[in-house]
């Protein structure tokens, strides 16, 4: 069983930049295949961000990151980072971290639906 804590959340300026951690805890014997960021804002559906395989063999970013937005993945914490820059009014939303021990294919990565452990959640705004 995989449990994830979020953190690094809070309220900033247009501009202005963020780092998120998801860490596990608990019972770390079987490692996750691939984790990722998602984000919820009022009155839309929940939206992948970025995602990442643990073994460091591929990152992968939404869209409307726009190169803005890094995932790290720390093997010895066993913490995906997600560090926001330039971030803007728009990225307002609940950011949750998910994980899921298949190593999923590269069109499903970003799926909330493919995930099977998600953290609490954080809440980022911009304003």
């Known amino acids: 069983h995989v449990q994830l804590v979020e953190s690094g959340g809070g309220s900033v300026q247009a501009g202005g930049s963020l780092r998120l951690s998801c860490t596990t805890s608990?019972?770390?014997?079987?490692?996750?295949?691939?984790m990722g960021w998602f984000r919820q804002a009022p009155g839309k559906g929940r939206e992948g961000v970025a995602a990442l395989y643990t073994d460091g063999s591929a990152t992968y970013y939404a869209d409307f990151v726009e190169g803005r937005f890094t995932i790290f993945y720390d093997n010895a914490k066993k913490a995906v980072d997600l560090q926001m820059n330039s971030l803007k009014p728009e990225d307002t939303a609940m950011y949750v971290c998910?994980?899921?021990?298949?190593?999923?294919?590269?069109?499903?990565?970003?799926?909330?639906?493919?995930?099977?452990?998600w953290g609490q959640g954080t809440q980022v705004t911009v304003s």
């Open positions: 998910a994980a899921e021990h298949a190593r999923l294919p590269v069109d499903w990565a970003l799926l909330a639906v493919e995930y099977t452990y």
């Open positions: 608990g019972n770390r014997r079987r490692s996750s295949n691939c």
